[in-house]
């Protein structure tokens, strides 16, 4: 008798063998001499590597600073503390570099509301500042790209690539002033998902009525590129590629880009490729520069993994967490009250999954 799989366990099995085709087709086209791989890892200044995870640090620090500050903004007193903002934010990034999708985005707002009184929909406000905090990322990505066409070598398959990712954001940034400026409560008990991501968005939104906040948001923001930016310089030096800063801001525009959608954790092999590729008209060898985009994927998330996995200890929450986000339909919104004895959706849903999973 021939055993046949569960519809949605076939399903999950086909979502997981494209992508991994799709890396297996990036390797084989543009294999690297593994050989050459592996020596340039024998050359490697480990002070430099020190140096540009420093600076990741600085990143990750400024970056939590501008969530803060937006955070202080759509919520009001009593605002958690720096501290729990940045435990939360660490947490994210490692969701984001070890598992696929965007996990690490609800994942953060998991941790923080943790630390919120119940109910309020404080759920559905986090997610809104998490989209606003990445809203403000397109002023610096905007300047960085404008940087890097004017000032780089840049490779004609990478000018499409650039132009829409200028696009998007810029769509993402439009459509956050407007919604900030006709912020409204609808009937929320007939939302349906895609609207309810709406409203929770809107929810996370009033830095875009407080100007100063804003510009204050948007600053920490571009501090934390400029410090990213630097540790890409920085690890380029660590691998022994002597290139300006300009083609440092190459390889993160690009290697910002291959990571926008993870199809598979970290999207190892498509980064790489992304970071190799521009600099072959720098006369930097394709192996040299996979090795370069190893090494720098590993600067990356070094700060993000270790901090992430001290502060998921710390908060009690085990790894099975974070593959148990709650999806739209089970966000509270601001208005929405449970049943009597019934906890607060989107808040404890998450501590419950970590509960049982320790």
């Known amino acids: 008798m021939r055993l046949a799989l569960p519809r949605r366990r076939r399903t999950r099995l086909a979502l997981l063998a494209a992508p991994l085709a799709l890396l297996a087709v990036v390797v084989w086209w543009r294999r690297p001499s593994w050989g050459v791989v592996a020596d340039a890892f024998t050359a490697v200044s480990w002070d430099w590597v020190l140096f540009a995870i420093a600076l990741n640090l600085l990143s990750v620090l400024a970056r939590a600073v501008a969530w803060q500050t937006v955070i202080r903004q759509a919520m009001p007193p009593p605002h958690p503390g720096f501290r729990s903002i940045f435990a939360a934010f660490s947490v994210g990034l490692f969701a984001n570099a070890v598992l696929p999708g965007r996990i690490g985005e609800l994942a953060r707002v998991a941790v923080l509301s943790r630390r919120l009184p119940r109910g309020g929909g404080a759920w559905a406000t986090l997610v809104g500042t998490v989209f606003a905090h990445r809203v403000f990322d397109v002023v610096a990505v905007s ?3 404008v940087y890097v066409i004017v000032e780089a070598r840049v490779p004609a398959w990478a000018l499409t690539s650039l132009a829409g990712l200028v696009a998007c954001g810029i769509a993402a940034l439009a459509f956050g002033i407007a919604s900030a400026r006709l912020h409204h409560r609808p009937v929320l ?10 409203t929770m968005a809107r929810h996370g939104l009033a830095v875009m009525r407080a100007p100063a906040a804003a510009a204050g948001a948007v600053a920490m923001q571009c501090a934390g590129w400029a410090c990213q930016l630097f540790a890409v310089y920085a ?5 022994n590629i002597d290139e300006p800063l300009v083609a440092a801001g190459l390889v993160l525009v690009l290697m910002n880009v291959a990571t926008i959608f993870p199809l598979w954790p970290g999207n190892i092999g498509l980064l790489q490729a992304a970071v190799a590729l521009p600099l072959v008209p720098y006369g930097i060898d394709y192996a040299h520069g996979f090795a370069f985009g190893i090494g720098l994927q590993a600067i990356e998330a070094s700060v993000g993994v270790g901090f992430g996995l001290l502060f998921l200890a710390r908060e009690g929450l085990s790894f099975a967490m974070l593959k148990h986000m ?3 339909a089970q966000a509270e ?7 009597a004895g019934e906890p607060a959706r989107g808040v404890d849903a998450p501590a419950r999954v970590g509960a049982s999973g320790r």
């Open 143 to 145: 300047l960085l790209v």
């Open 189 to 198: 008990g007939e939302l349906g998902a895609v609207r309810r991501v709406v």
């Open 235 to 239: 690890a380029m030096r660590a691998f």
């Open 326 to 328: 709650p999806d739209a």
């Open 333 to 339: 919104l601001p208005g929405d009250s449970p049943a």
